[in-house]
């Protein structure tokens, strides 16, 4: 018998030398001694022929659905971090914050924070197999963090779900003839309806906020009925027309995650890959275009002196973290359909980079049709700039409206719309199931009732957005749902894996699934960079947050404290669990702190952090 000594922190083998006729293994022996008491063993099996297993005392890999191919992983990923957000917000910060200047603190903040942490999710689930919130049985005391993200994923597909809708609801008033939106003259359209052709409105508005183009009368009028809500207080009835849209939202989504990942890894082929065909396409027209040069010289002017605001950096820094949707969960969830031994490092330098190159790729189609739209009514590309649903559902259709064969291009801006956000939502969905049916086996079991329930659930808050005061609870949910309490949430977690379970551990995780440790480079950013990071993200974002409003309408007070109440109801599950977990386990305090922060580590390890908790 080879006996093989290795340090008393890492596990010990003993390989068996006996020739048989089957395939050769090893046998790892867990030897714990003298915790709390208690002396025992555990064993698992490891083939020898390069492969690696899982995590001690875990299932067998075969136990675990996986993904049909490994292209089904990144395009999920892909299509997940891939958003509006990268049409409709990334084009507008990089033009307001210095053009190519804005790209040094963004790109930094890539390196330092973003990959770090995408690396750090996608190794998290794909070593230990498990959901957001069973993953942290490496630590048992940190579990809230896995519920706080999976409630801010259900959250986020109260709202998002309506946004998507909005797209399905142009989609389907594209395809006309003459596109609703380009004239005054329509049922909804109001006496103040003004086409503009070459001039600003009197009052000094900008054109892109302007509230009386035919664009955005459609929008707040025709699609919203807005003006029949006199503020959050004032909601009204929900709008049939987008109950519809948001009935065949649902539906994609529960046909397309019931069957688990077998069935979603295909979806994305569709929805992951659309946008960028659609985007190319945008962009060759949009460069064709007069004007079109004046919006990309605008869009990529660079001025250092922006770099003095810390504005910018607070926007590059915000826009990093949500751009690559770390703290959803979706990327632990995704990660743990994996087979054990995928390279995940690979994968998160590519699905990172590629969701950054895309949203400054789009920029380029963006602009180049923002330009065209300043030269049409003579006034400067900042005039007619902005983010949000403002551009993708005012500006940017009013363009098309005007273009030769307005109809197709309608259409295929609102099927990007559609696919960016479909598969976007299945990942915050696919968090929340797999998130809760680890933890709760009878919910695995019945894996297309629980879908069912979970898509008709926010199927029924939703309906709260799409009413006619409905984008008042939109704006509130966005800027609560997923605000302080997603940074929150992230925070913990990379200080709960880097400091409580420890970067040495981690590091031997990611070792033991791909045969080499992460470079001192990763493991200084995961325990020092990234949660300073995020600290100082968490801070800059609660420092700047002006009054909720939207547009001219602010926010009662009462509406903010219920923002805030949907916001705490997340971050609160983080010391709600500790409590329960501590006063939940028999022993001296000493003992059960080492019970709750430990998890297949030696005893010596745990007192060491334990030690340094109570300091």
């Known amino acids: 018998m080879n006996i093989q000594v290795m340090p008393e922190h890492k596990l010990s083998s003993v390989a068996p030398m006996k020739q048989c006729n089957v395939e050769k ?14 002396q025992y063993t555990n064993s698992s099996i490891i083939p020898t022929n390069g492969s690696r297993v899982g995590p001690p005392g875990s ?50 903040f890539l390196f330092i924070a973003g990959m770090p942490l995408f690396y750090m999710e996608l190794a998290l689930g794909q070593y230990n197999r498990e959901g957001a919130a069973t993953v942290w049985k490496i630590c048992p005391v940190f579990k809230g963090v896995g519920y706080t993200v999976i409630l801010i994923a259900l959250y986020v597909g109260f709202y998002y779900n309506v946004i998507i809708a909005w797209s399905l609801h142009y989609l389907f008033s594209s395809m006309t003839t003459e596109l609703p939106w380009l004239r005054c003259g329509n049922s909804w359209n109001s006496v103040n309806c003004t086409e503009f052709n070459g001039s600003l409105p009197e009052n000094g508005t900008s054109y892109a906020k302007y509230k009386h183009t035919p664009a955005a009368e459609y929008y707040e009028r025709g699609v919203l009925n807005l003006h029949e ?135 380029f189609a963006i602009f180049s049709v923002l330009g065209y739209m300043a030269k049409k009514h003579g006034v400067e590309v900042k005039d007619v700039a902005t983010e949000g649903p403002g551009l ?37 969905m696919e968090a929340v199931l797999t998130g809760l049916s680890d933890d709760f086996k009878i919910l695995k079991r019945n894996r297309k009732l629980f879908t069912f329930a979970t898509a008709f659930g926010t199927f029924l808050v939703a309906l709260l957005c799409i009413t006619n005061g409905g984008i008042y609870v939109v704006t509130l949910l966005d800027e609560y749902a997923a605000g302080t309490s997603i940074l929150f949430g992230v925070l913990i977690e990379a200080i709960g894996v880097s400091w409580f379970y420890g970067v040495d551990r981690f590091s031997e995780d990611i070792e033991r699934m791909m045969g080499f440790k992460p470079g001192l480079y990763w ?31 602010v926010f009662p007070e009462w509406a903010n404290q219920i923002g805030w109440g949907v916001a705490m109801s ?36 745990i007192v060491l952090q334990i030690n340094l908790f109570l300091i």
């Open 392 to 428: 993708v559902f005012v500006i940017y259709p009013e363009a098309i409206s005007t273009l030769l064969g307005s109809t197709f291009w309608a259409i295929v801006f609102f099927i990007m719309l559609l696919t960016l956000g479909i598969d976007s939502a299945m990942g915050g």
């Open 570 to 605: 997340s971050m609160l599950m983080v010391p709600f669990y500790a409590i329960y977990k501590f006063f939940s386990l028999p022993g001296t305090f000493r003992e059960v702190c080492i019970k709750i922060c430990s998890a297949h580590k030696s005893k010596h390890h």
């Open 229 to 363: 809500s006199s503020g959050i207080e004032d909601l009204g009835w929900p709008r049939w027309q987008l109950v519809l849209c948001l009935v065949v939202v649902v539906f994609i989504l529960y046909f397309s995650l019931w069957k688990g990942v077998k069935s979603s890894g295909k979806v994305v082929y569709i929805t992951a890959t659309m946008p960028y065909v659609v985007l190319f396409v945008l962009l060759i027209r949009g460069i064709t275009l007069d004007g079109s040069m004046k919006g990309i010289k605008q869009y990529l002017s660079i001025d250092f002196n922006r770099l003095s605001d810390p504005e910018v950096w607070i926007d590059a820094a915000t826009q990093i973290f949500y751009s690559l949707g770390a703290g959803f969960g979706v990327l632990i969830a995704f990660a743990s359909y994996n087979k054990f031994d995928n390279n995940c490092y690979r994968d998160a330098l590519l699905t990172s980079t590629v969701n950054c190159v895309t949203s400054f790729f789009s920029g």
């Open 523 to 553: 493991r200084l950013c995961w325990k020092y960079v990234s949660p300073a990071f995020l600290l100082f993200v968490v801070i800059a974002s609660a420092v700047k947050r002006p009054p909720l409003r939207y547009d001219n309408y």
């Open 25 to 38: 293994k090893e046998v790892e022996l867990i030897l714990v001694k003298d915790q709390n008491g208690v």
């Open 59 to 108: 299932s067998s890999e075969d136990n675990r659905e996986t993904w049909g191919k490994k292209i089904d992983f990144l395009l999920s990923v892909i299509g997940f971090a891939v958003d509006l957000a990268n049409v409709w917000r990334f084009p507008y910060l990089c033009y307001k914050n210095g053009g190519g200047a804005f790209l040094i603190p963004y790109i930094l």
